[in-house]
């Protein structure tokens, strides 16, 4: 009945203050930001605007946030490491790959900054200017030992270093006792820090233009 608790509707409402908000966030967004999209495409074109969705829907969740971008030159960046794969190591499976896309960026930022309100703003901002991303998680059961791969491209290199800046940010809020490690040297292309996230486990992040490669993140 109504109101009970088993009903499934207030069940799953009351259950899902126990999910991460990383998978939560984007979930409601793909609703909240995808109605504020057709809005803003009927207004400026009406519903057959609207329909026109259907055939050329949006292609990445930078395109639902900013409208303008719908059906126009500024595409994804299809990032794919494929000799990465090829050079995986013995005893090393690819478990999962996905794109974080914009909105996925944004909650990342959100969730590891100083105030999450107050610093809301600050995270979308930073995740303006994506172009394209993907992760590469890898494990290997015999060492007990994982990684992560996770590359970004920018539409320019100041969005790439806006985000570079904004993700260490984020980084030393989730990691308050990493240290630095090695860092590049003054005339390498790939400008990059390691740092100690904790004992036996480390983070590289390297910056190139308008690439950001976050290549290592291992532990025992």
Partial sequence: ASGDDTDPILASIKDIEKVPRFIVEPLLAAYLSGGVMVDNVRSAGGWKAVQNLYDNPPLSSEQVLHPEKLGGSDRPVDVRLPKLLKEIPD?????????????????????????????????????EGWGGDRYYYLENKRLGLDMLVWQT???????????SVAYRLALKKRFPKMRKTTKSAPDSAWKYQVWQLEPGRYLKLAVNDCTVLRPVAMMT
């Fill in 91 to 127: 005893g090393w499976h690819l478990i999962d790959d996905d794109v974080m896309g914009e909105i996925g960026i944004k909650v990342l930022l959100k969730l590891w900054s100083e105030d999450v309100e107050k610093d809301a703003a600050a995270a979308a901002s930073a995740a």
């Fill in 153 to 163: 491209v920018w539409d320019s290199a100041e969005e790439a270093g806006e985000f």
